[in-house]
Every structure is written in structure tokens, then in C-alpha cells.
């Protein structure tokens, strides 16, 4: 298991980036994957982006080619630097470890909220 500790969330305008960090309390190189994900109220939660331990990214269709993720392994942390935000992106942020076979982690979320 790992503690993941998101941050980098607040309000910004539209067009604006933001920097989300997902700190984890150990090494995340065995973890198979790291990802983000976000929920909107009255929405289910969806994936926003994943990198999987040989570098190889995935985005939701939502977000490609605004949205970029990244990790760093010598400080254990996943990035997501969001581009070209628009209201509805607006939703809470949520950091995942993905061991497969359908077993993981989850952060305990940070706010984005992209309004004028």
C-alpha cells in the first residue's frame, strides 16, 4: 500500500494551467501504474491520465492535448500540468496506484475549479 497526498488545486480562469502534484509515501517504480483521475458533482469519476511504469501515457479523450502527465521518481510524486483549462474541467482531482488485477490506492482529492 501507499499514501498519496495530492496538492496544486484551486481556482483559476478560463484558458488558465494549473500543476497538480500526487506525493506518494514510499517508491512508486514498482507500482504498475500512476494516474489521475476526477469526479464532477453528479458525474462519475473518470480517468484523466495514466503512465504506466515504462513511461507509456494515456489521456481521456477530454483532455489530450491540453493536459500532460509526468513523474519523478526520485521524489516518489506524479504531475498533472493542465493547459487551456476550460469550466468543464472543473471537478475534484484524484491520485491513483494501480497494482492491477483491480487493487489500489486513492489520494483524498483536490479542487479544481476553472470559472470566470
Known amino acids: 500500500q501507499v499514501q498519496l497526498v495530492e496538492s496544486g488545486g484551486g481556482l483559476v480562469q478560463p484558458g488558465g494551467s494549473l500543476r497538480l502534484s500526487c506525493a506518494a509515501s514510499r517508491s512508486i517504480l514498482s507500482i504498475n501504474s500512476m494516474g489521475w483521475f476526477r469526479q464532477a458533482p453528479g458525474k462519475q469519476r473518470e480517468l484523466v491520465a495514466r503512465?504506466?511504469?515504462?513511461?507509456?501515457?494515456n489521456y481521456g479523450d477530454s483532455v489530450k492535448g491540453r493536459f500532460t502527465i509526468s513523474r519523478e521518481n526520485a521524489k516518489n510524486t506524479v504531475y498533472l500540468q493542465m493547459n487551456s483549462l476550460k469550466p468543464e474541467d472543473t471537478a475534484v482531482y484524484y491520485c491513483r496506484a494501480d497494482y492491477g488485477m483491480g487493487r489500489g490506492d486513492w489520494g483524498q482529492g483536490t479542487q479544481v475549479t476553472v470559472s470566470s
Open positions: 503512465i504506466i511504469s515504462g513511461g507509456i501515457t
